[in-house]
């Protein structure tokens, strides 16, 4: 993901966890706007799901410059993993990391006690922080929803990232219920909003009374692809928290951003937005077909249903990675497709 983290006097325990890895300091002059890479999963064509080609992906990410791990997510084709898969792949990814950037763990899950199980994972993988959904089966309840998070941060140390997604995977909570959240768990730190409209909502978050005096609050991050990258950054957002396919782009946009080059930011951000939107109606199979055609992983295989590209989609990918081959580093796109 491009992003990754509050420190306040409230958290003491954990400051040194904190400066560490999510680098979010009160203060405008040192705040500092961050990418995240959410990495996807790789099954082979028989099925199974593949640690090394995950553990490349982490690499990638890296050297790309993502400043954190998030793993694994809705990019990551989570609903399709057993809990098997979904504990061995964390470990592959802890290992991938080797504590070089800040990991996130998603532990979003059916129920409460198998988020639990997870945000026990994510502690001992030594996680910066724990990505839990609000649970679309609260809608219209927010007491509710404050109670299911004051269970889970009652079972945890680990900083905890409420993702407010929209339906069907979420609930699209509004920010009355969010900011209620937050100022009611100290455990709940990072809000990655996701519900549209983005930038609307992120900001109404930010300037709530409650979060803006909620100590233990450290920001927002935003998601749906990037595709709204620089609004959400303009409204305050701390970064953001697509798929990895362009990580070295988002970085080089989020990096420009904040450095106040936000001319630049937008020109990349308009060269790239094509593609994202091309994203936006196969999802996974575009995200690995350019993972693919990058040399990163060798199977584009995707398990979640969905429309998968054909002969002229692969065309109009291509012409797409061509327009903006000099902005992908020394990954250039490959010219071979996969077969459809």
């Not at 701390?238 to 990580?247: K, R, V, Y």
Request: proline share 5%; glycine share 8%.
């Amino acid at each position: 993901m491009i992003g990754i983290s509050a420190i306040s006097a409230s958290c003491a325990n954990e400051r040194a966890h904190c400066t560490r890895w999510l680098q979010r300091i009160d203060g405008s002059a040192l705040r500092r706007y961050r990418a995240f890479c959410s990495c996807e999963t790789c099954p082979t064509q028989s099925g199974a799901a593949d640690a090394h080609a995950l553990a490349r992906i982490v690499e990638f990410a890296i050297r790309c410059g993502a400043d954190a791990i998030v793993y694994p997510g809705v990019a990551s084709e989570v609903e399709q993993l057993t809990d098997s898969e979904r504990n061995h792949l964390l470990d592959a990814v802890a290992g991938a990391v080797r504590g070089r950037v800040p990991l996130i763990v998603g532990a979003s899950a059916a129920d409460p006690e198998h988020t639990m199980l997870y945000l026990y994972k994510a502690s001992t993988l030594g996680a910066a922080a724990a990505m839990v959904m609000a649970p679309a089966s609260l809608a219209g309840k927010p007491d509710a929803l404050i109670e299911h998070y004051l269970r889970l941060g009652s079972a945890t140390t680990v900083p905890i990232m409420l993702q407010n997604a929209p339906p069907p995977a979420g609930a699209g909570f509004d920010m009355a219920a969010i900011a209620r959240v937050v100022a009611a768990v100290p455990t709940v730190r990072y809000v990655k909003e996701e519900a549209m409209p983005c930038g609307q909502r992120i900001s109404a978050l930010l300037t709530r009374p409650e979060v803006a005096s909620a100590a233990h609050f450290v920001g927002v991050l935003g998601g749906a692809g990037a595709r709204y990258i620089l609004d959400e950054l303009a409204r305050g957002a701390l970064g953001s928290m697509p798929a990895c396919e362009l990580t070295d782009i988002h970085v080089a946009m989020v990096n420009a951003w904040r450095a106040g080059n936000h001319g630049y930011a937008r020109s990349l951000y308009n060269r790239s937005l094509p593609l994202l939107n091309f994203q936006a109606v196969f999802r996974w199979a575009v995200t690995k077909e350019v993972l693919r055609r990058r040399g990163v992983i060798d199977d584009a295989y995707v398990r979640a249903p969905g429309p998968r590209l054909d002969a002229q989609d692969h065309v109009e990918l291509a012409t797409m990675l061509d327009e903006i081959a000099d902005l992908l580093g020394a990954l250039a796109p490959r010219k071979t497709q996969a077969k459809v």
